[in-house]
């Protein structure tokens, strides 16, 4: 599965480089230069899939060509892959120095967080909570597929902080972030150390709809102390 959605994404990125139509025969030269051993008869239904998908558009016996919504796939598929390889390379260079900064700002997140969603418990409206569970499946398909989660993850904390209706709090939050928040690579992290089901916003949500105050603080507290515990548990150099 992710085999081929490698190949597919390699030649969403061969037709938005090309100059003209791309035919079978092209496409499989350039997959092959690109690592992938394909046949023209592969190649030829690869180009079909994504004309189905509507990512491609076939333009006379010429070959194919990238559509709007093909291009735009592509790019957000780039910009997630340069996010990833972001934080795969701040991790290969993780030293003491930010661990310490790292911990020091998920302990301020964690008290701060946990009183967030004890508010969040109280006044966080049904629109918003839906709007968490859409997260939350958005999640779910995003992990299936290999991608970054640290933006959704951003998202459903910053959803909670704005469900607090404590301006205070919420401001405090965005000032750690500001400061260096970590989160881009925390699911990084949290993957590594086998802690990446997102079993933990499961809870946490469950407890915002219960509309149980202290039962949200706790899903919270434990939720971030878990990141906590995984960030200082991994090793400062790569083994």
């Known amino acids: 599965m992710h085999e081929r959605s490698n190949v597919q994404t390699a030649l969403l990125s061969i037709l938005g480089s090309a100059r003209q139509p791309l035919g079978a025969g092209a496409a499989r030269e350039a997959l092959c230069r690109e690592g992938f051993e394909v046949s023209e008869a592969t190649a030829g239904r690869l180009l079909r899939a994504l004309e189905e998908q509507g990512l491609a558009r076939k333009v006379s016996v010429q070959g194919r060509l990238l559509t709007d919504q093909g291009r735009l796939l ?55 909570l839906r709007q968490l569970r859409e997260l939350l499946t958005l999640t779910q398909v995003a992990r299936a597929e290999g991608r970054n989660l640290a933006a959704l993850d951003q998202r459903f904390h910053g959803l909670i902080a704005a469900m607090s209706r404590n301006r205070v709090l919420e401001a405090a939050l965005q000032l750690i972030r500001q400061h260096g928040d970590p989160s881009p690579i925390l699911p990084e992290i949290r993957a590594r150390s086998g802690h990446g089901s997102g079993q933990d916003h499961v809870l946490i949500l ?34």
């Open 206 to 239: 469950e407890a915002l709809e219960a509309r149980d105050p202290e039962r949200a603080r706790e899903a919270m507290t434990n939720h971030l102390g878990s990141v906590l515990a995984d960030v200082e548990a991994y090793p400062e150099k790569p083994l």
């Open 74 to 128: 592509l790019e957000t598929t780039q910009r997630e892959q340069r996010r990833s390889q972001s934080a795969e390379a701040f991790l290969e260079v993780l030293e003491a120095t930010q661990r310490r900064e790292m911990i020091d700002l998920l302990v301020a997140r964690r008290a701060i967080e946990g009183e967030i969603a004890s508010l969040a418990a109280r006044y966080g409206t049904e629109e918003e």
